[in-house]
Structure formats: structure tokens, C-alpha cells
């Protein structure tokens, strides 16, 4: 499985009602899952479509005040530095800027740098280096500077 056949995957899952999906395919293991959220709005009840809260959590990227989340855009392998023996690309109290590398994603043994989307100080970063991420999973929250 490529990257153009798993990014194709990935968008038929997010229009369907699935809640999850796993795909092994040569060695390869993919899971995708859907929030509560996303789930229901993807269902219908009675020919109608509504769309019921369960949580309230900002938009990816979106901010309610100063506080913006970064998700992960894809499953894979969380890494906080370019090398294990060199330093993470940023530290909780730092200040970043729009288009700063924050980390590395690797899926299926290609690299995604992930960069900030906004200028602020990195608050937390949730996962650990070398954990698993999977997609949509928060991975860090930044304090979006004035």
C-alpha cells in the first residue's frame, strides 16, 4: 500500500458511517477511527440528518480564545527530533511561529514533518517520543501569541 492509496482510504472513511477501519495488507497494519462526534454526524436517523454533541472541543487548527490544538493528519510514529541523538524540535515553553517544524510523523517509512500553523508558545506536547499517534489525535497545544 502507497501513500496515494492509503490518503484515498482515508477520505472515503471520513464521508462513511464506519467508526473504525483496519487494513493489514503485506505487513502493513492501518487503523482508522472516527470520534463520537464524527460518527454521528455522519449517520441519519429516520431520513433526517442531525447532528448531536457529544463533546465540545475546538477545530483542528481552530482556536476558542488563544488555545489552539495540533492533531496528528495521519496514523504512524510520533518523533519529537530529526535523529535520536540530536535535540526534539521544540520543548513545552517555547515559542514557535507559523510554518516552524513542531515533529515527525512516519507512515510506512516516510517522514511528514508537522509544522505550526500559528505563532504562540507550546503549552504541552501529549505524546511521548517514538509512541504511536493515530489520525486526528491530538499532539500538542499551543498558546497562540497576541
Partial sequence: MDLEELKKIIGIFETSRLSELEIKDKGVSVRLCKSETEVLKNSSRKGKE????????PEKGKSDDKIVYVHSPLVGTFYRAPSPDE???VEEGEEV???QTLCIIEAMKVMNEITSEVKGKV???FPENGEPVEYDQKIFLIERAE
Avoid: A, H, T, W
Fill in 123 to 125: 503549552k504541552k506536547v
Fill in 97 to 99: 511561529i507559523s510554518g
Fill in 50 to 57: 442531525e447532528v448531536k454533541e457529544i463533546r465540545k472541543e
Fill in 87 to 89: 535535540k526534539p524540535f
